[in-house]
């Protein structure tokens, strides 16, 4: 199994920043990306950011240029900063980590996800 803790949420104004970090534990050995996704109320859950064992990013189109995200060297953080945070940008954001396996022809891919934290942008 695999923990993922997130922190690092809070409230900011507009055009503030804030950064998120994921620490994850357990049987993190085969983690093949890690990333954050984000819920706003009302809304489906979305990728905002993932990035590969690699070192490959990925990003939503809205927050390409405001936000960016990193992993250290062990691969156990994951951190997103993020910039010029807009309004619409207020969501409940969560760790995720996903390992897959290629066994011959069958390809499984197990999915992991933190508790959530919080970021809201508000005057």
């Known amino acids: 199994q695999v923990q993922l803790v997130e922190s690092g949420g809070g409230l900011v104004q507009p055009g503030g920043s804030l950064k998120l970090s994921c620490v994850a534990s357990?049987?993190?050995?085969?983690?093949?990306?890690m990333g954050w996704y984000r819920q706003a109320p009302g809304k489906e859950r979305e990728m905002v950011a993932s990035i590969s064992a690699g070192g490959s990013t990925n990003y939503t189109a809205s927050v390409k240029g405001r936000f960016t995200i990193s992993q250290d060297n062990d691969k156990k953080v994951v951190n997103l900063e993020m910039n010029n945070l807009k309004p619409e940008d207020t969501a409940v954001y969560y760790c995720?980590?996903?390992?897959?396996?290629?066994?011959?022809?069958?390809?499984?891919?197990?999915?992991?996800w933190g508790q959530g934290t919080q970021v809201t942008v508000s005057s």
């Open positions: 995720h980590a996903a390992r897959t396996i290629v066994i011959v022809t069958t390809t499984k891919r197990y999915d992991y």
């Open positions: 357990g049987t993190i050995f085969g983690i093949n990306e």
